[in-house]
């Protein structure tokens, strides 16, 4: 691969939105902060998500995306679109995140992650775009980016490498995971293949099937 490294670390806190009349909570306005920053205990420091049990937890600890799909939703969107854009907390450059084997592992910085499963948006995107139509639209674009494990604690900071420690040779991506979530559903077998794939796509996958047993 090129030469990858980190533009951005970007965090957030709650804040209130209205929604259709209604008072809601995100954390989807995510902004750089300046100097390293530490990442431990499943989290980026000084971010939180308001929704713990959807957008937290061991195989949500970090979200990442790519500056290249960034500047497709730009052209897209006929607009600037910033780091945290759609809130990612790793903005990183020169390479493809949506295209990253599950359980693959990363080293930026201090920190070792691994990839465990594609992002799957709701309504919060939209919110954070100011269009209604961005969730369906990241849904169809299959561009969704990657949520990571914390695998070693420590700390990274804009301009650090990112370096692929490892790649399963299952080949399965985070693109394979999204396209069968959303347009390919009879291959949602091949979901329940894949060890290193987080719980929530192998309980839609059963489901699916009608297993109906939920994975821990």
Known sequence: MTTAFLISVNVGQPRDVELGGE??????????????????????AGDRQADQVSHAGVHKAVYAYSREDLD????????????????????????????????????????????????????KLGVRAGDRTMTRRFEQALRPGAYLRVITEGEVGAGDEVHVLSRPEHGFTVFDGSRIYYRDRDEAPAL????????????????????????S
């Open 72 to 123: 497709f939703w730009a052209a897209e969107l006929g607009r600037d679109v910033e780091d945290g854009f759609v809130g990612e907390n790793l903005t990183i450059a020169g390479y493809d995140v949506s295209r990253a084997v599950v359980g693959e592992r990363w080293r930026i910085g201090g920190v070792e992650l691994e990839v465990a499963q594609p992002r799957i948006p709701c309504w």
């Open 192 to 215: 329940l293949k894949i060890d290193e794939l987080a719980p929530p796509l192998k309980t839609w996958a059963r489901k699916r099937l009608g297993l109906g047993v939920a994975v």
């Open 23 to 44: 008072t809601k909570q995100t954390a989807i306005f995510k902004e750089p902060v300046p100097g390293r920053v530490r990442i431990a205990d499943h989290h980026v």
